[in-house]
């Protein structure tokens, strides 16, 4: 399959696979449970062939120092005044200091990197997120997490703008906002910004298959 780009180098861009969201005793966003167990086994999964394929896989986690720098956002107080928004709790989410912020530990391995400073859907603001990929050639990106219809379709369509190809691994990408807005996030991706594919068909492509082999050489 045809990537765009002549020389692929890859990594993944694993977009607030914390407890906040996937850990039902002190998530403030929580994901459906069931979504949630099947999300960290697919990334754990996906994770897994990446590292052993030499392909670095980069944590972005959402933090915020108080209440302040959540409600400078204007629809987002919106969304703490309506008691039937699923984002009802976003102004307590991923307070720094509280569990939330912390990565699900099963995803978590010493090789990944962390970028801890995450407070927009789009993960390129206000954080160094672009200075690692340059600085490690990357040119092509694996986004997973949640949620797919703004965190990771913001983050998607960031780095479309910004030259990168862009893969959503399918089965590694989760919405709190229920399976239609899953399902509307993916179509806006596939047609405008990257490709969308499942775990199984990212790992047997050929560019991504011929990194695995120089890493077991």
């Known amino acids: ?33 069931q979504d949630a167990g099947r999300v960290i086994a697919a990334n754990a999964r996906l994770f897994g ?23 400078s956002n204007p ?5 703490a005044e309506d008691p039937a ?8 989410h991923n307070l720094l200091g509280g569990p939330g912020c912390t990565t699900m530990p099963q995803l ?6 962390i970028v801890a400073t995450k407070k927009r859907y789009d993960c390129f603001i206000g954080t160094d997120l672009e200075f690692l990929l340059r600085a490690r050639g990357i040119n092509t990106l694996l986004v997973t997490g949640v949620n797919t219809n703004s965190c990771v379709l913001a983050t998607v369509t960031a780095a ?11 089965d590694c990408v989760a919405t ?14 596939r047609t405008a910004f990257g490709f969308v594919m499942s775990t199984d068909e990212i790992m047997a492509l050929p560019a991504l298959q011929a990194a695995a082999r120089s890493a077991a050489a």
């Open 160 to 170: 479309n703008v910004r030259d990168y190809a862009v893969i959503v691994a399918e």
């Open 49 to 71: 062939w990446c590292r052993g394929a030499g392909i670095p896989v980069i944590h972005l986690v959402t933090g915020y120092r108080n209440a302040g720098e959540i409600s």
């Open 85 to 92: 928004a699923t984002r009802k709790n976003v102004m307590r």
């Open 75 to 79: 629809f987002w107080r919106t969304r």
């Open 1 to 33: 399959m045809n990537l765009g780009v002549d020389h692929p180098k890859a990594a993944v861009i694993a977009i607030d696979l914390h407890r906040g969201h996937l850990d039902m005793a002190v998530a403030t966003m929580p994901m459906a449970a």
């Open 108 to 113: 978590l391995d010493p090789s990944d990197a």
């Open 176 to 189: 709190m906002d229920g399976p239609a807005l899953h399902a509307a996030g993916l179509l806006c991706i």
